[in-house]
């Protein structure tokens, strides 16, 4: 019996077995919890459906997330299929591939600016608001991802670091809203991980070994790990935890400065 039998999740995100999304929803069928999927893109139906399906879900719904209606139907499917909602895992980000290519000023559009802070930011104000009837009387958790690029400059993310910081803040104010509530709302922010959205980021391998070499565990995490981490917040053992941005890094975020190693020492 794991920690989330009886609990009911929706996964938002999911676009291959790569993704950090499906990390997330295999840990957390590991521990129990029955699944619900949406897919973006139709092209990404035929990649998602089998997925889902191997973890038993018959909840397939497509989803834009810049579409009200669209959002407003999801939730009215589970209505009819659950009648709850216990999880919301938010795992959605976008920006115009020529935003996350060279110098942020002349990258970054009126334009770009908006469709990323809409889909990786107000979506998951959006899509909270439409689960938050559905977790009334439950111990209701709601999970997103983030990345450091929130909070300190990294080279090509661009406007997705200003979108990623905006969805951090948007954490902190609904956790303060729904905590009377008893919904929970916090974020992940996961290490470099080799994902199909992160392929669109220029200079992503080299990121990768950087981390590599400086993490305080000398590694890059992975799906798998972050999909440990989102089991926990998503779980009663973290009840007392909300409005927070949880580092799945290695340890990453915590280094300061550090040298390059060498076999004399100093």
Known sequence: MGMLTGKRALIVGVATDRSIAW????ALHAQGAELAFTYGAERLKDRVTPLAQSLGSTIILPLDVTVDAQIDAVFQALQ?????????VHAVAYAPADALS???????????FALAHDVSSYSLTALTRAAAPLMAG????VLTLSYLG????VPSYNVMGLAKASLEANVRFLAADLGPKGIRVNAISAGPIKTLAAAGIPGFRKMLSRVAQ???LRR????????????FL?????????????YVDGGYSTVGMSFPETAGGE
């Open 214 to 216: 400086t993490a305080p």
């Open 220 to 231: 890059n995490v992975t799906t798998e790990d972050v999909g440990k981490a989102a089991a």
């Open 80 to 88: 009819a299929n659950w009648g709850q909602l216990d999880i919301l």
């Open 150 to 153: 929130a909070v300190r400059s």
């Open 138 to 141: 439950r111990a209701g958790a």
């Open 234 to 246: 998503c779980s009663d053992m973290a009840s007392g935890v909300t409005g927070e941005i949880l």
């Open 102 to 112: 060279g110098e942020f000023v002349a990258a970054t559009t009126r334009e770009g």
């Open 23 to 26: 990390g997330i929803a295999q």
